[in-house]
Structures are given as structure tokens and as C-alpha cells.
């Protein structure tokens, strides 16, 4: 008998292994439904279950991908995939100025070069969704959006010059167990300019306008969410090849059934 339930245990045991394994310097993240700052007659959205980097991409990781990708290097990047900001703060192309810190996280990167970077890892950049969904969690509540102080400390970053520059993993936790979603850089997201200024939903959008829309409060489900507002805001006034000092990116994974 007991070597029967051992036997069992360990039949479990690799079958469930074998649905999900978890990837290194990853969480997983179970997917939910929930209503986002923005959407039609406030619509709710599904995420399905997915992981996310654990930490932003730093200036190491993207050294590295340089390395290995010449063609993302800061003088043989092509024009139409990056502007002139364009890891502004690399002295060559190889070599970040020294006073960055390469444990920082990586800012004057487009949205292509992103992509590219995230594609590389058998990963991609995360959805507008899928990126609010674990950002409006705090250390222990994974929708902290009504809290007063949820929204307060995110402005008071907002307010704070030069948090690119800080070491990535030296604010706290959420309850997902991801790091600095809040605190360094913005983030580059999949589709980070699908809101629209129109009643449409952003999920109904023109093809040909996916990478260039706006957005305003038009839509927004909760008005007072200015932290969220200011995000969408940043969004919509991005084009995908456009680098800036205060933004950066982290990868996210399908789960395979």
C-alpha cells in the first residue's frame, strides 16, 4: 500500500512538472479578469496566465545583447528603429559611459530595440494589460488601486529626478514577487500606444495605427488613478522609435499549456 501511494505521489509529481515549469529570473503570473483605467463602458479585461521578468532589463543584459546583435549597436542601428537619443548615455558602441551603473536599469532604448532584445530570450514585451495588471499590486494586495497611499508613493516617484540612475531590485517587492515596476523607469509595453482618444476599445483598433495613437482621459474608469493617467499619458505620446533617459523595458512569457 505504501508503495502504491508512493508511486502515485511521484506520477503527480512529474505530471505536474511537466505542465508548468517555472523560467529562471521569471514569475509566473496568474491570470485574472479585471477593469483598467481605460476602456468602453469600463470593460473588463481577461489576462491569461503568463510570466514576467523578475527585474528590468539592466545595462548589462542589453550590453550583452549588443554584443551579440551588432546591428543594435549604437552606430550601425538603422533610423527608421531608433532615433538619435538612442543609447545616448554609451560613449561607444560598446562601451556605456563609465559612470552608469551596470546594474542599473537600461533607459535610451526604442521600442523596436526592445522587442528585438526580448525576442532574443524567447520572450516578448509585455501588453498594456498584462503590464498594469501586475503593476497595480503592492508588497501584499494585488489590486492596491483603491489604497490612498498606493497612488500617492508612485506620484511621489513621479516627482523624484533621476531614479533611472538607482541599483534595480532596491524597491520593494510586490505581491507577485517583481521588482521596480514602480520606482525606476517607465516601461515599454507590447502595445503601449493601442489607447485611443475615441469611444472605440483598444482592442479595437486600425492596423496601420497601432503604433501611433494617443490618448486622454476620455475613457478612464477611475479619474482620481493619476499615477495610471500619467502612465497612459507617456504612452500615447511615444513613437515605437523614439529613446528616452527615464525608459526602459522587462520581457514577459507565454505559459505553455
Given amino acids: 500500500m505504501i508503495n502504491q501511494v508512493f508511486r502515485l505521489f511521484i506520477l503527480f509529481t512529474v505530471f505536474h512538472t511537466s505542465i508548468y515549469a517555472q523560467t529562471k529570473d521569471m514569475v509566473f503570473i496568474e491570470g485574472s479578469r479585471y477593469i483598467p483605467l ?7 479585461v481577461e489576462v491569461k496566465d503568463f510570466e514576467m521578468d523578475i527585474y ?5 543584459d542589453y550590453l550583452s545583447f549588443v554584443k551579440n546583435n551588432p546591428k543594435w549597436e549604437k552606430s550601425q542601428v538603422i533610423a527608421l528603429f531608433a532615433d ?17 551603473n551596470p546594474q542599473s536599469p537600461v533607459n535610451y532604448v526604442s521600442w523596436f530595440a526592445a522587442k528585438a532584445y526580448c525576442e532574443c530570450q524567447d520572450k516578448r514585451l509585455p ?12 508588497e501584499t494586495t494585488k489590486d492596491a488601486r ?6 500617492a508613493q508612485i506620484l511621489a516617484w513621479y516627482e523624484t529626478p533621476r531614479t533611472n540612475e538607482k541599483v534595480i531590485g532596491i524597491t520593494p517587492k510586490n505581491v507577485w514577487g517583481v521588482y521596480d515596476l514602480h520606482g525606476l523607469v517607465w516601461e515599454w509595453t507590447q502595445d503601449f500606444n493601442s ?4 469611444g472605440e476599445s483598444r482592442k ?16 478612464a474608469t477611475d479619474l482620481m488613478n493619476y499615477a495610471a493617467f500619467m502612465r497612459y499619458a507617456i504612452r500615447g ?5 523614439y529613446s528616452m533617459k527615464n525608459l526602459g523595458f522587462r520581457c514577459v512569457k507565454d505559459v505553455k499549456d
Fill in 38 to 44: 481605460y476602456g468602453r463602458d469600463s470593460t473588463v
Fill in 56 to 60: 528590468p532589463v539592466s545595462n548589462s
Fill in 84 to 100: 538619435k537619443s538612442y543609447l545616448a548615455n554609451w560613449d561607444l558602441d560598446l562601451k556605456p559611459n563609465p559612470s552608469i
Fill in 127 to 138: 501588453t498594456v494589460d498584462e503590464w498594469e495588471y501586475v503593476a497595480m499590486a503592492d
Fill in 146 to 151: 483603491v489604497k490612498p497611499e498606493y497612488n
Fill in 195 to 198: 489607447v485611443l482618444i475615441t
Fill in 204 to 219: 479595437d483598433v486600425d492596423k496601420d495605427n497601432t503604433l501611433f495613437c494617443g490618448s486622454a482621459s476620455l475613457n
Fill in 237 to 241: 505620446s511615444l513613437k515605437a522609435k
